[in-house]
């Protein structure tokens, strides 16, 4: 595989490979975040904000730590056939359903862009009591399907080495 192929396969890798163990950590975020909202409700007057940022912090989760799932194979498969097959099959029927993804994702990230810029240019907010703006979720969102697609396409290049009987 040429050189340029190599740093960037090792660069997305590592970058998504540091967000993603970054992310893991999300889970004690939110954790406090509704243990806050239960506490609140309970002992003093109800938090408005807690349920929203709860969910802000689960699609944070889940969206920048897609990457790092994508990379490590967790993603979910139809293993019917493919737990049988070759490492060389898998991989050229990866290679082949990885268009698939990206082009979800392409279509993914131009719709973020779009509600980003119109929620940045209008000031976009949530229709709940709290009313948070809803720019900073969004920003994080086209990271993370950016992201997600800079993985997919590494996993590409690393699909056709495979195919080729290289490794990256």
Avoid at 9 to 37: C, E, K, P, Q, T
Avoid at 60 to 77: D, F, K
Avoid at 85 to 109: E, M, S
Wanted: with cysteine; aromatic share 16%; charged share 15%.
């Amino acid at each position: 595989m040429p050189r340029v192929i190599r740093s960037y396969v090792r660069i997305v890798d590592a970058v998504n490979h540091r967000i993603g163990r970054i992310m893991m950590y999300g889970i004690f975020v939110m954790v406090a975040i509704l243990l806050w909202s239960s506490f609140s409700k309970t002992f003093t007057l109800p938090s408005l904000w807690t349920l929203e940022i709860a969910q802000f912090a689960m699609v944070t989760y889940y969206i920048l730590g897609g990457p790092y799932s994508i990379q490590l194979g967790s993603n979910v498969r139809m293993d019917l056939f493919y737990g049988n097959w070759t490492v060389r099959r898998k991989a050229q029927v990866d290679a082949i359903t990885i268009f698939l993804l990206i082009f979800y994702l392409g279509v993914l990230l131009y719709g973020a862009i779009d509600s980003t810029t119109y929620s940045l240019q209008y000031g976009e907010r949530s229709s709940t009591a709290w009313r948070p703006y809803m720019w900073p979720i969004k920003i994080i969102m086209c990271v993370g399907f950016f992201l997600m697609l800079l993985q997919a396409i590494s996993e590409f290049f690393k699909d056709i080495a495979k195919i080729k009987g290289l490794e990256l």
